[in-house]
């Protein structure tokens, strides 16, 4: 009849069961039970904008205390190595 069987054969090794892909720290329910989301923190346009000429500025004179600053002033949770 030209039906396709479909067999179950569970989780492969490193397969996952589901996706998250909040980043956020506080997600919040929404009226479908499975279906979260969350208030990001943004920078707004114009100082992004001002954040990376800054930060391109910096990297073209090799500026690297410029950089993490900017790094760190943008990037919640940036964490150097």
Known sequence: ????????????????LYE???IGDNPTTTTHS????AQE???PLDTLLARIN?????AETEDLQTI???LHDCVHGFQEN
């Open 20 to 22: 998250e892909l909040l």
């Open 41 to 43: 923190q943004f920078i």
């Open 54 to 58: 800054l930060l391109q500025t910096a």
């Open 68 to 70: 993490k600053a900017v």
């Open 34 to 37: 499975r279906i979260m989301k």
């Open 1 to 16: 009849q030209g039906d396709i069987a479909i067999d179950i054969i569970g989780l492969r090794p490193g397969e996952k």
